[in-house]
């Protein structure tokens, strides 16, 4: 399954870490393409550029939990 890459801190604009498998996963709240909240999906393309890699940095840490 394809994985969201993490993005270099100073990328912009900041990419979408959408994998194009979206399914959300009712045990885990979250889309079990790109690890992202129903929230964080919908919330994307208001987000400051900031704000965007501050969601990155929680799905390193999601990866990293497994």
Known sequence: MPQ??????DASPVPSPCVSICQMNAHSGLCSGCLRTIEEIAGWSRYSEAEKRAVWARLVERRAQG
Not at 4 to 9: G, M, N
């Open 4 to 9: 969201p890459t993490p993005v270099a801190l």
